[in-house]
């Protein structure tokens, strides 16, 4: 529920009431300051794309023993194995991806102040637990082993999150007005910025005023034109799987006084989502369910029946974030991800298994493909081919990045299974894009920067409208990382 109106000049302006928004919020509002957070949604759709996460946040850590005063009590820790990961992998991890194009300075803060984070945010209520249904894999011995350097997420996913932070914020004393568009933000000439200009739902603007602003708003995945400009045409119609309130209002309000951009603006993040599910799109009920993100273990073929991408490169935390693209690249913008019978526990069960999931079953490859759509010829052969290439020499196990591979073109670099099982398990796959890279340019306090390098007074900036931290590809969970420990340090100085 929104609280009592505030007066026109506050405090801090937060615009965005995901994570980074929050968070920013919460490190202004522990200093005392007054906090109005604006975000474009209605109370019923709000929580931008945080909303439609897994909660999931790549965290360095010692292991379970150095989790263990964050997370919820559970039973199965007892049987867990969680192991390090370290602030040179982490480093390493988003630099390798972004192939080295990310800011240093920003990814050493980034990476060495998310332990802190997390933990500051559990202080102030926030529950967290380890990702047994998506980063571990259940032994025979009844041992599980997490996997992938990505092991902690919000109890209830991105639903719980923004939950928790909701109710948090209040007893802070953060007001929180929702259908608050931000159209402009307030500076007279080269001073500080000082309010920003809001759209109501009904066409009026009114202005706020404060002593600073935090962007927390988001990117431009949700708009067709920007997509269109920044990635081609072809981005123009692709699936939305977060929120369609990212439309880069403020990435242009930003530049228009003053503020200039950096990253990566020619590929966003995108994966593969359900092509053929009715309501595959920003869909609140099913958020991260509608991904189809178990395609290491399996292959993925074009309506040609053909092979496109390794698709055990690496652990899917390190892949998926590009894997949509690929799939856009194809005929008709759709690919099929095949499994047999053998592999098929091994699928994520919230994906794989959710009501109405899109799936093509059959008992051999040529009716799987009679029955998918895709070249029956052409699939026979692929599957063929890649069969006859899988390296037995090496055991099948998906807990580690096992050298299992086929070598065909292109390769499969790991967990290269033979299709050879039936019943074989069929599922079509689109893009969707997820958020962008590119965003406004800025300094490891989160001031957002001008054409002089110079931070412009009284602005700050935080998670997906942030730039320069990821290029091409990021590990998974490190967004959310980013928007706490930038929004903690926008608060913390606004």
Same mark, same amino acid.
């Given at each position: ?7 026109? !000049? ?31 949604? &209605? ?55 972004? !192939?080295?194009?990310?800011?240093? /300075? ?51 996913? %991105? ?8 109710? #948090?914020? @209040?007893?802070? *004393? ?5 259908? @608050?568009? +931000? ?11 000082? *309010? +920003? ?13 404060? /002593?600073? #602003? ?20 072809? $981005? ?5 799987? *977060? ?51 178990? =395609? &290491? ?7 040609? %029946? ?23 690249? @194809? &005929? *008709?913008?759709?690919? $099929? !991800? ?28 040529? @009716? ?55 019943? =074989?398990?069929?599922? &079509? ?41 990821? =290029? ?11 928007? !706490? ?10």
């Amino acid at each position: 529920m929104n609280q009592t109106s505030t007066p026109d !000049q506050v405090d801090v302006i937060v615009v965005g009431g995901g994570n980074a928004g929050f968070c920013a919020a919460l490190a202004a509002a522990e200093r005392g300051r007054r906090v109005v957070l604006l975000e474009k949604s &209605p109370q019923l759709f709000a929580g931008g794309n945080s909303y439609y996460t897994h909660g999931a946040t790549r965290i360095v850590h010692d292991g379970l023993d150095d989790l263990a005063a964050i997370l919820e009590p559970d039973e199965r820790h007892a049987v867990s194995v969680v192991p390090t990961y370290t602030a040179e992998e982490y480093i390493d991890d988003i630099t390798t991806l972004s !192939q080295g194009r990310n800011d240093p /300075e920003r990814t050493r803060v980034l990476v060495t102040e998310s332990h802190d984070a997390l933990v500051w945010l559990h202080s102030l209520g926030m529950k967290y637990e380890l990702l047994y249904g998506r980063q571990a894999h259940f032994l025979p011995d009844g041992s599980i082993h997490f996997w992938g350097g990505l092991h902690v997420g919000n109890v209830g996913t %991105g639903v719980g999150m923004m939950r928790d932070y909701t109710a #948090v914020a @209040q007893r802070l *004393g953060v007001e929180i007005r929702y259908e @608050q568009r +931000v159209t402009a933000l307030l500076r007279d000439g080269d001073g500080p910025v000082t *309010g +920003v200009v809001i759209e109501a739902p009904d066409g009026s603007t009114t202005q706020l005023t404060a /002593e600073s #602003v935090v962007l927390a708003a988001g990117g431009f995945h949700a708009s067709p034109d920007l997509r269109a400009e920044h990635y081609g045409e072809e $981005w123009r119609d692709v699936v939305v799987r *977060g929120t369609p309130s990212s439309t880069g209002d403020l990435l242009v309000a930003a530049t228009a006084i003053g503020a200039v951009t950096e990253g990566d603006f020619e590929s966003p993040h995108s994966t593969m989502i359900d092509a053929d599910y009715p309501e595959n799109s920003s869909n609140r009920e099913l958020t991260n369910t509608l991904a189809r993100l178990s =395609y &290491p273990v399996g292959i993925m073929v074009n309506s040609d %029946g053909h092979r496109f991408v390794d698709e055990g490169a690496h652990f899917r935390n390190y892949t998926y974030s590009k894997m949509g693209r690929h799939v856009l690249a @194809q &005929p *008709g913008g759709r690919a $099929w !991800q095949l499994f047999d019978n053998s592999v098929r526990p091994d699928l994520r069960v919230d994906q794989y298994d959710m009501p109405g999931a899109s799936v093509i079953t059959a008992d051999s490859i040529e @009716q799987l493909a009679e029955k998918a759509g895709i070249d029956p010829v052409g699939l026979a052969a692929t599957v063929a081919e890649f069969n006859a290439s899988v390296d037995q020499s090496h055991p099948y196990d998906p807990t580690v990045l096992d050298g299992r591979r086929a070598d065909v073109e292109p390769p499969k670099s790991n967990w290269a299974v033979g299709l050879s099982h039936p019943p =074989y398990w069929c599922y &079509p796959v689109t893009c969707g894009i997820t958020f962008t890279y590119g965003g406004l340019a800025s300094d490891a306090d989160a001031r957002v920067l001008d054409e002089s390098g110079a931070p412009i007074a009284g602005l700050f900036v935080a998670g997906e409208l942030m730039g320069g931290l990821y =290029y091409g590809g990021y590990p998974g969970g490190t967004g959310l990382a980013a928007g !706490q420990v930038f929004g903690r340090r926008a608060g913390a100085r606004a």
